[in-house]
């Protein structure tokens, strides 16, 4: 089986990250619809008076704390929604046939940025769960593979670029 062009293996992981993409909008508005339902109670329980129990009362006062664990949930499907972005944009130019496009560079240097970010978040998290009430303690660990991906990615932008340099060279030659 081929690796690039139409019909396949790039063109079958574009349809998987097709398919990834479309599930990861539909969990980001799912988390968006729970952020505004925490809040709309938390603010004002009187929207919901027939299910207010002596549990719904505990959730009112505690819904700005679950609205943030929301917030930071959603923030990390929205950076995987990011790479996930990115890498249907690669994927589209493997089908294609044209594996060293400019633009996959900067789309991979997008992927790592966004790694990178994700795991800082994930530290950020670790740093504030002793001080969010409701929130058990997180385990704090460096991940060392995470930072592994986020150098293998930016290396592999690099090699794309001088693929992408040699590319246009080679175009240029008679």
Same mark, same amino acid.
């Given at each position: 089986?081929?690796?690039?062009?139409?019909?396949?293996?790039?063109?079958?992981?574009?349809? +998987?990250?097709?398919?990834?993409?479309?599930?990861?909008? +539909?969990?980001?508005?799912?988390?968006?619809?729970?952020?505004?339902?925490?809040?709309?109670?938390?603010?004002?329980?009187?929207?919901?008076?027939?299910?207010?129990?002596?549990?719904?009362?505990?959730?009112?006062?505690?819904?700005?704390?679950?609205?943030?664990?929301?917030?930071?949930?959603?923030?990390? +499907?929205?950076?995987?929604?990011? +790479?996930?972005?990115?890498? /249907?944009?690669?994927?589209?130019?493997?089908?294609?046939?044209?594996?060293?496009?400019?633009?996959?560079?900067?789309?991979?240097?997008?992927?790592?940025?966004?790694?990178?970010?994700?795991?800082?978040?994930?530290?950020?998290?670790?740093?504030?769960?002793?001080?969010?009430?409701?929130?058990?303690?997180?385990?704090?660990?460096?991940?060392?593979?995470?930072?592994?991906?986020?150098?293998?990615?930016?290396?592999?932008?690099?090699?794309?670029?001088?693929?992408? /340099?040699?590319?246009?060279?080679?175009?240029?030659?008679?």
């Amino acid at each position: 089986m081929r690796a690039l062009g139409p019909g396949s293996v790039s063109s079958f992981l574009k349809i +998987i990250l097709d398919v990834v993409f479309a599930a990861l909008w +539909i969990g980001l508005g799912g988390v968006a619809l729970a952020l505004l339902a925490a809040l709309l109670f938390s603010f004002n329980p009187d929207l919901f008076p027939d299910i207010l129990t002596t549990n719904a009362a505990l959730v009112a006062t505690r819904g700005p704390v679950y609205a943030g664990v929301l917030l930071m949930f959603g923030l990390s +499907i929205g950076g995987v929604l990011v +790479i996930v972005h990115s890498l /249907r944009r690669i994927f589209a130019t493997l089908t294609a046939g044209d594996p060293f496009h400019p633009h996959n560079v900067q789309r991979l240097r997008l992927i790592g940025l966004m790694l990178a970010a994700l795991e800082l978040g994930r530290y950020a998290v670790w740093g504030l769960s002793p001080f969010v009430p409701l929130m058990k303690r997180v385990e704090h660990n460096f991940n060392l593979t995470a930072w592994f991906s986020v150098l293998v990615v930016f290396v592999l932008a690099e090699v794309f670029r001088e693929g992408a /340099r040699l590319r246009r060279e080679a175009e240029l030659t008679i």
